[in-house]
C-alpha cells in the first residue's frame, strides 16, 4: 500500500475544497471508495495503491486548475470533473473555439463559467459576433434594443479578462439620466439615488462573481460601478471599461469617456437608440460618435436585432410592435 500526502495551502481554499459540513469531501471520498483518505485542516493523506492514488491525483489535479481560473467550486462542477473518462481533458482546460476560453468541451459559446457552476456563453449570433471581435479590437460599440445581451456579454468578457489577469480591473458606467423619474425626489445620498441606475451592473456581476468575492473586489477597486460623470479627468490603464445605455449622452460626454483610455485598456460602448432618455432626442451622441469612429483600425461595431432577445419570447414582439408604431 502507498502513501500520499497532498497540502491545500496555496492552491484552494480549505473551506471551499471540503465544503459546507464537509459535503464536497465526503462526495470526493464517495468517488474513489478503493482509496482511505484522511484529512486534517490543509493536508490530506491518501493510503491505497499507487494507480488509484495516481488517479485521485489527476482528478484533483483539473479540480485546482478549475478553481484557480473560476474561484469557486460547485456540485455541476465536481461531477463535471470526477464523472468524465480518466483519458479525457479535464473540463475547465478544454479549449472553446473562437472565445480563447476555457469551458466544457460542449460550450463551443460559452465566455466564462458562472456562480453555481453555470456557464455563460454566447446565445445568438451576434453575441457570438461581439466576443470574436473582442479578441481583435479595443473598442467596440454594441447597439440594438433591449433584451438582446449586449450588456451582459460585455460584463461576462470583462469578468472573464479579469479571471484570465488580461486586466487588473473592472469599471462600469453609465450616464445618470432620469427616464421619467427626477433624481432629487429619490431618497437617500448621492449613491443611494444613483444606484437603481447601476442595478443592471449589479445583477449581471452577481451571476458571475461569487458575492463574498465581488465584494472584495468593489471594496479593494477591483471591479468599479460608477455613474459617467466620475469618470472625467480619469486615465483608465489596465482596465476594461464598459459604459452602458451610452443613448443617453451627449457628444461631448461621450468624447470625455472614450479619450479615457489607457495603455492595456479594452472599452465597449452599449446602447439602445430606441430609448433615448434625453430632454432632446437629437442630443444623444451615440451614432454620431459611431458614424465618426467606424472604419478605425482596432474600432469594430456590431448591431444587435430582434433575433439578439434572449429575454421572455415576448420581448420581442413587443419591441417590434414598438418599432412599427414609431414609423407611423
Not at 144 to 166: D, Q
Not at 266 to 276: A, L, N, R, S, Y
Request: glycine share 8%; hydrophobic share 40%; no cysteine.
Amino acid at each position: 500500500m502507498s502513501e500520499k500526502i497532498i497540502d491545500l495551502a496555496g492552491t484552494i481554499d480549505p473551506v471551499d475544497f471540503y465544503g459546507p459540513a464537509n459535503a464536497n469531501f465526503d462526495y470526493l471520498a464517495g468517488k474513489f471508495p478503493e482509496l482511505k483518505i484522511v484529512a486534517r485542516g490543509g493536508t490530506m493523506k491518501l493510503f491505497g495503491s499507487e494507480e488509484q492514488i495516481a488517479r485521485f491525483e489527476n482528478r484533483f489535479g483539473q479540480l485546482i486548475q478549475y478553481y484557480g481560473r473560476y474561484g469557486h467550486l460547485s456540485r455541476e462542477v465536481l461531477d463535471q470533473i470526477f464523472d468524465t473518462p480518466v483519458h479525457a481533458r479535464p473540463a475547465a482546460a478544454v479549449k472553446t473555439s473562437g472565445t480563447g476560453e476555457t469551458g466544457h468541451a460542449a460550450d463551443d459559446d460559452a465566455i466564462v463559467y458562472g456562480n453555481n457552476g453555470n456557464v455563460i456563453r454566447a446565445r445568438t449570433a451576434n453575441q457570438r459576433k461581439l466576443v470574436e471581435l473582442y479578441g481583435k479590437n479595443d473598442l467596440l460599440f454594441a447597439v440594438g434594443p433591449a433584451g438582446s445581451g449586449k450588456t451582459y456579454t460585455a460584463i461576462a468578457l470583462a469578468v472573464r479578462a479579469l479571471k484570465n489577469k488580461e486586466v487588473k480591473r473592472i469599471i462600469l458606467t453609465r450616464p445618470a439620466v432620469e427616464a421619467g423619474e427626477k433624481l432629487g425626489f429619490l431618497p437617500g445620498d448621492m449613491k443611494e439615488k444613483l444606484d437603481p441606475y447601476l442595478q443592471p451592473l449589479y445583477d449581471a456581476l452577481n451571476d458571475m462573481i461569487p458575492p463574498k468575492k465581488l465584494q472584495d473586489y468593489m471594496a479593494e477597486g477591483i471591479v468599479q460601478i460608477a455613474p459617467l460623470a466620475y469618470m472625467r479627468g480619469r486615465t483608465l490603464d489596465n482596465a476594461f471599461v464598459i459604459l452602458d445605455e451610452a443613448q443617453n449622452t451627449i457628444l461631448s460626454q461621450i468624447k470625455m469617456f472614450l479619450t479615457r483610455m489607457g495603455r492595456n485598456a479594452k472599452f465597449i460602448v452599449t446602447g439602445d437608440i430606441t430609448q433615448i432618455d434625453l430632454p432632446v432626442k437629437n442630443d444623444s451622441g451615440l451614432m454620431p460618435a459611431i458614424g465618426m469612429l467606424r472604419g478605425i483600425e482596432g474600432i469594430a461595431v456590431v448591431e444587435f436585432d430582434r433575433k439578439d432577445i434572449v429575454r421572455h419570447d415576448l420581448v420581442k414582439h413587443i419591441v417590434q410592435a414598438f418599432d412599427e408604431h414609431s414609423t407611423h
